[in-house]
């Protein structure tokens, strides 16, 4: 069945970086956007950042502007986020989640149906 | 980032009709479609709801959806003990240029 699949949190120090991944399977990987979205300890979800279908399009939510950089390699059927200077703040279970294509969106960039379980990030020295 | 705002719990008794609540503004529910996930610690957000009140094929029509102006509303009737779960709504922001999410409503079926 349609399935995302995370990986490469850890445990990282301030400052640090890491690179999480997001594998995708059961689907054409290449037909819709990806979505990053974090969910703090005890808090609600933020949307993290977005990229399209083919790539091209990227956008951020400004707590990780310019620190945050998605990704994706459409022949692996990989999505990517890389976090340089992380903060304590950037603790969060990361979910990769799928553009959902629909009648008004067919390039599925705006929403999300199908997410993955998450990975975890903390970040303390 | 402002979130759209859920009340953090809700409950019912078995068969019964509850509706969980998500507010937001015209830059996001008032001018944009509202989606509904289900999520149980530890496992995949599940989608319920698309386009302020489209079921998913597999979603039990149990599950409702409905928006007026920049408020929108998760109906669940026949309420049953594997519906405890959390709940959350999101709507794309214009201001944002991405996804606003409530901060979740936890139900629990007594």
């Not at chain 1, 120090?13 to 690179?19: C, F, K, V």
């Not at chain 1, 609600?44 to 990229?51: N, Q, Y």
């Not at chain 1, 990975?119 to 020295?125: D, Y």
């Not at chain 2, 015209?26 to 509202?34: A, K, R």
Request: aromatic share 10%.
């Amino acid at each position: 069945q349609v399935q995302l699949v995370e990986s490469g949190g850890g445990v990282v120090p301030p400052g640090r970086s890491l690179r999480l991944s997001c594998i995708a399977s059961e689907f054409t990987f290449s037909s819709c956007g990806m979505h990053w979205v974090r969910q703090s300890p005890g808090k609600g979800l933020e949307w993290v950042a977005i990229i399209s279908k083919d790539g091209n399009i990227k956008n951020y939510a400004d707590s990780v502007k310019g620190r945050f950089t998605i990704s994706r390699d459409n022949s692996k059927n990989t999505l990517y986020l890389q976090m340089n200077s992380l903060r304590p703040e950037d603790a969060a279970v990361y979910f990769c989640a799928r553009g959902h294509i629909n009648s008004w969106d067919s390039e599925g960039y705006y929403y999300t149906d199908v997410w993955g379980r998450g990975t975890t990030v903390a970040v303390s020295s | 980032q402002s979130g759209l705002t859920q009340p953090p719990s809700a409950s019912g008794t078995p068969g019964q009709r509850v509706t969980i609540s998500c507010s937001g503004s015209n830059s996001n529910i008032e001018n944009n479609l509202v989606y509904w996930y289900q999520h149980l610690p530890g496992t995949a957000p599940k989608l319920l709801i698309y386009s302020n009140n489209q079921r998913p094929s597999g979603v039990p029509d149990r599950f409702s959806g409905s928006k007026s102006g920049a408020s929108a509303s998760l109906a669940i009737s026949g309420l049953r003990s594997e519906d405890e779960a959390g709940y959350f709504c999101a709507a794309w922001d214009d201001s944002l240029s991405g996804p606003v999410f409530g901060g979740g409503t936890k139900l629990t079926v007594l």
